[in-house]
């Protein structure tokens, strides 16, 4: 099993700063693929970014030069360095891991609790 946890959600200001953390833990060969997703009210859950093992990144395109996401291959650590922050990005923020827990197995996607990102104007 592989657990999740986010951290660095709060409130900030429009125009300010954020940094999202999530580390993994548990039993698994590797993680291929690391990602942020959010979810504001009444809305489907969406991708904000994701990044390989090898450091080759995905962007939605609301989030394209305002957002970096970052990983720590040694410590299966993601971030998401939120910078401009506008009150679009208000939502829960969700970590997602697709783990692979054998050389040969399939991958397996686990997601954290979420995270809420408040923006104030």
């Known amino acids: 099993q592989v657990q999740l946890v986010e951290s660095g959600g709060g409130l900030v200001q429009a125009g300010g700063s954020l940094r999202l953390s999530c580390t993994a833990s548990g039993s698994f060969y590797g993680i291929p693929v690391m990602g942020w997703y959010r979810q504001p009210p009444g809305v489907q859950r969406e991708l904000v970014a994701e990044?390989?093992?090898?450091?080759?990144?995905t962007y939605d395109d609301s989030v394209k030069g305002r957002f970096t996401i970052s990983r720590d291959n040694t410590q299966n650590t993601v971030y998401l360095q939120m910078n401009s922050v506008s009150p679009e990005d208000a939502a829960v923020y969700y970590c997602?891991?697709?783990?692979?827990?054998?050389?040969?197995?399939?991958?397996?996607?686990?997601w954290g609790r979420g995270t809420q990102v408040t923006v104030s104007t």
């Open positions: 990044i390989t093992n090898g450091g080759t990144t």
């Open positions: 997602k891991a697709s783990v692979r827990q054998t050389p040969t197995l399939d991958r397996t996607n686990y």
